[in-house]
């Protein structure tokens, strides 16, 4: 069997790490790093933040794309001079170019994923993170209520809000999805997304030309990653290379979801393989090459 393609990393074994470009240029400021050229990504960068309170990411425009998940707590986000309040499972994208930072204002710590494509430079590499002017807070204007065209690129996932349980065929059944962010919401280089599984159900066995990457936020599943099973629980992460074989195999009485990235966008067409079809495939031509006379 070929080397595994894929990383599986539970929540007991995430450790703190280095701040990449950020150190020097943050204060409160903790990181647990899941995902990048050394884990074997070559598309994202993936880490777990944690802001503490009174601290702040000082101001900068980057040459990727950052994408944010809210976990915990609250965390402000400066754009462009707008100030946004983010909370619990709040989302939302700062696109390249774009200046803005952060801080934590409140007496609670802030947790959040942050998801960086195209993938980081490693440190001593080509410059793709620049900071600018030190930012006055009490000078930004403030945040803007709902509807207002100043909070593009910015949502929330309401809890209880998911679709019943679909069944589209034999490998897939028995999931819901709700996009957070993909291209329609204004991404260039990735979705995001959250699958439930609430009632059991199947992701047979696939692969595809893409990364993905899946945070379990409640619940528990049984996985099959590249011939290697186990079973994630809450706060656990994984990955899958492209071309990774892998399935999900929810369990009634276990209900399941998950956080999941896929980066760079999946194309129009040909996103997804069903290896049990392609499988049969194989079964049939080898039957009718053995019936030949």
Known sequence: MPAPIHLVVSAGDMREGGLGSLDGHCRGLSRVTLLDRDAGSVHAGYALNT??????????????????????GVLELERDGT???????????????VAHAYRNASEAP?????VTTPQPKPAGGWQDVFFIETLDWARLTPAPKAGD????????????????????????????IRYFVDRDFGAVHLNMFTVE?????????????????????????????DG???T?????????????????????????RWLEIQTPQPPTQEGMRWHARWEELGRITCASRAARP
């Open 149 to 176: 065209p100043r909070r593009k690129l910015l949502g929330h996932y309401a809890a209880g809000s998911m679709p019943p349980g679909a069944h589209m065929h034999g490998d897939l059944q028995g999931f819901s």
């Open 51 to 72: 802001l503490q309170p009174g601290g702040a990411i000082d101001r900068s425009i980057r040459a990727y794309e950052t994408t944010i998940y809210m976990l915990d």
């Open 197 to 225: 599984f609430a009632k059991g159900g199947i992701c047979n066995h696939h692969d595809h030309p893409f990364e993905e990457a899946y945070l379990i936020l409640e619940g528990d599943v049984d996985i099959v990653f």
């Open 232 to 256: 994630l629980k809450t706060g656990d992460f994984a990955w899958t290379a492209v071309g990774s074989r892998h399935a999900f195999f929810p369990v009634e009485g276990r209900p399941v």
């Open 228 to 230: 290697r099973a186990y």
């Open 110 to 114: 802030a947790r959040y994923v942050e």
């Open 83 to 97: 100030r946004f309040t983010l909370g619990r499972d709040d989302y939302g994208i700062v696109s390249t170019g």
